[in-house]
């Protein structure tokens, strides 16, 4: 893991709106969704992308056009929404030990920081902006992080527009240079508790020999959750 201690935080200040040539329909997407949570809903209703073909990673014109988004193209996709009502465009990357990594779409409002994300995990979907910094809202992913075989060790967040004029918004193929650099950015170390984790680690796997699918009504601080999708609604 790339870490370093004095990492400066991307400015989430308000930025002025790129020039995007959408085409009508994404047009009027863009219209309509005006604010984080907006966003998350319509996300929310999407099928997540499982990747049945092969894997992909689609901008937001692929993810328009496919109706489906896994959680890179979910944070792409409301990257170049958000952007376009003057959100900087910043994705928060986790660093896993078992290198199933997770990235959000974070963003600051008057209350503090949120995030918008899409998961198979129904505990690693989107924050109200509610947290007093970037590091208090990766932290607030730990509990639910932890499942079989993960366990967050490091976060980094990152300004889409150090890709410079790489086409992330609307590119019609896969755009894996994205990824390249949110893994080969130097990543904050996170320190945590074997013990609890051990802890976690055993409640959820009781869970799971009980039920057969993850949990998410035992986690603490689901008051600062945002609306899970449909699909995980009504399951503990």
């Not at 937001?60 to 996709?77: D, K, Q, Y």
Request: include cysteine; charged fraction near 30%; glycine fraction near 6%.
């Amino acid at each position: 893991m790339r870490t370093s201690q004095r990492l400066p935080l991307p400015r989430a200040d308000r930025v002025e709106q790129p020039v995007v040539r959408f085409t009508p329909r994404e047009q009027r997407l863009v219209a309509a969704l005006r604010t984080p949570s907006a966003v998350q809903g319509w996300l929310n209703d999407l099928p997540y992308n499982s990747e049945p073909d092969g894997p992909t990673l689609r901008c937001f014109r692929g993810v328009v056009r496919a109706g489906t988004a896994h959680c890179l193209e979910a944070v792409l996709a409301a990257a170049t929404i958000l952007e376009q009502h003057r959100y900087p465009p910043l994705v928060l990357s986790f660093e896993s030990v078992d290198l199933l990594d997770h990235v959000l779409f974070v963003y600051r409002g008057p209350g503090g920081w949120g995030s918008i994300a899409r998961s198979r995990d129904p505990g690693l979907h989107g924050r109200r902006p509610v947290f007093a910094t970037p590091r208090a809202l990766a932290l607030s992913y730990f509990e639910s992080y932890v499942d079989f075989t993960g366990r967050i060790k490091g976060y980094a967040v990152v300004d889409l527009r150090v890709l410079g004029s790489y086409d992330w918004r609307l590119a019609t193929r896969n755009v894996w240079k994205v990824e390249r650099v949110l893994i080969d950015w130097p990543h904050r170390p996170v320190a945590s508790s074997d013990r609890r984790t051990e802890r976690l680690r055993r409640r959820y796997r009781a869970f799971r020999d009980a039920h057969d699918y993850k949990p998410w009504k035992f986690y603490a601080g689901r008051d600062r959750w945002t609306a899970l999708p449909k699909e995980f609604r009504g399951r503990g």
